[in-house]
């Protein structure tokens, strides 16, 4: 009797310590495999099946494309690849133009939000701790308030009975309203306006930790302002300058809010094209062809926005 | 230092900062006007916040809205944190440069793409295996996909600064790992997390490209319907919805910020007794 119990227990214990020994060993990838596995099939693996549908054909029935692979009665496994679709990319310049016209937008935009950017956020680097705060917060707020608000809000300013065009015709500064919506220069103030939030914080973030001695170092030295700013002050702070142009430059040439809003018919940029041939056209192979290359092109400023991001989380 | 801010740095700040309030509070301002031509200003009135309260096409989005971002940033929090945990503390594993890459890219990845690849995800999905269908839960998908890449972010940054040693102490004293970690470390990231969930739901609560291309027929989001009202024009009823949405995810951003920053007093506090 008594050494059944005593034969039981450790046959108990066993797997309990298996568990445990188990858990110690492999227990964290119960923390690690559910965002991976999440990310991985909710993330990554769509950007497969875009690559997938965009080598397929438009087909009528739903979803509207064919299968790629498919199998035939005696098992013989067809693979059919269009490629078509890409070539088509090549073939029809509106594609070639609007990516073009968004690169050139988002380039100018991500200047013009550098130059405004930077002394707004080399001013906060220079205010006192408490007064820092006060001033991130101001800039925070935008940032995380929807784009689409606050583009209609613009809009309520810029429009041809907006706030500007009064005020403008009240102090007579001009005898007829601005056309302003529906133009290239609505778009540009579009962009600005909304990402201008994400170049100031990533500036400020490198421009805070400048070493202040350095300046002095300089000064002291006989370095007028602005050589110490050239020499010390921008090099130092690059890592952010990239990080902020490339906040702003990747989303912007994906832009679709502000175009649509704002732009005339002349402002076509790629996320309008790309909405359109989706939700229009309902090509949805084209679609992902488009959204595929557009991508591909992309690849280089995401690594580059990585690389200065990681860089300056290590330090 | 202080004082040495040149005016010329001064009134960029100041014009910079003006360039981001000014269309907002008009926005506001006009949402309180009588007169229903948005130009003309025709006396104080708040009859558009309830002409809002009986339009049942806002009410259902709005309603629709609210469920998302609280699945969403509920889901998000958990999966982001745990991301979170995965990289600062397990510093070598398989996967580990995949899982970095998945975590910072929706940060810069243009909606566009992304809402894009996602409906093919979904759509081949429910072709394969009846499920899921478009709607609220492929919604809460994609919005979990890019709201927990920044609770991870977020997370991450103060789990990287918490002081281990309690923790070590605890597991000193016989406490498992994970209990030790929820003993210790976790009331000291719990504001970090708060304030995460906040933000992921205002998050959640605006994203429109995103919850375009993944939505169904049938379930309109509160942007979405924004949107296509948008789209034709400046109108009195919009700015009073805006001003309404503006002002929710204000105070939750306010709210995010405050928590933020009393545990990072709480921390130098501790940091300055530590010292003693």
Known sequence: MTSAIRDAAPARALPRAALGEWLKRRGKWLIILPPLLFLLVFFLIPFGFALVISLADTAVRVPPFTDILSVSPDWHINLTLNLGNFKYLFTDEVYGLSYLYSLKTAFFSTLICLALGYPMAYAIARTSKSTQSVLLLIIILPFWTSFLLRVYALEGIIRETGLLNTALLWLGVVHHPLQIMRTTLAVYLGIIYSYLPFMVLPLFATLEKLDHSLLEAAADLGSPPWRTFVDVTLPLSMPGVIAGSMLVFIPAIGEFVIPTLLGGPDNLMIGRVLWDEFFGNRDWPVASAVAIAFLVLLVGPIALYQHYNTKQLES | ?276
Request: proline letters at 4%; charged letters at 10%.
């Open chain 2, 1 to 276: 230092m202080e004082n040495r801010i040149s005016p010329f740095l001064i009134t960029i700040l100041c014009i910079g900062i003006a360039v981001l309030y000014i269309p907002i509070l008009v926005l506001i301002g006009y949402s309180f006007n009588a007169s229903s031509l948005v130009s003309v200003w025709g006396g104080f009135s708040t009859s558009w916040y309830t002409q809002l309260v009986h339009n049942t096409q806002i009410l259902d989005a709005a309603w629709l809205s609210l469920k998302i971002g609280v699945v969403v940033s509920t889901g998000s929090v958990i999966l982001g944190t745990l991301a979170a945990i995965s990289l600062v503390r397990f510093k070598i594993f398989r996967g580990r440069l995949l899982l970095t890459g998945m975590v910072n890219a929706p940060l810069v990845m243009p909606e566009i793409i992304t809402g894009i690849t996602q409906l093919l995800l979904f759509i081949s999905m429910l072709h394969l295996f009846g499920w899921p269908h478009r709607g609220f839960t492929t919604i809460v998908i994609a919005h979990i996909a890019f709201c927990s890449a920044y609770v991870t972010v977020t997370v991450q940054s103060r789990l990287a600064g918490a002081d281990r040693s309690l923790e070590e102490a605890a597991m000193d004293l016989g406490s498992g790992p994970v209990r030790a970690f929820i003993d210790t470390t976790l009331p000291g990231i719990a504001p970090a997390l708060a304030s995460s969930w906040l933000l992921s739901f205002t998050l959640s609560l605006d994203d429109l490209v995103i919850s375009s291309f993944v939505s169904g027929p049938g379930a309109s989001t509160l942007p979405m319907v924004i949107f296509s009202k948008v789209k034709l024009g400046v109108s009195p009823d919009v700015n009073a919805l805006a001003s309404l949405v503006i002002c929710l995810v204000g105070v939750c951003v306010l709210f995010a910020g405050h928590l933020m920053r009393r545990t990072e007093r709480q921390r130098v506090l501790d940091a300055q007794m530590a010292e003693r």
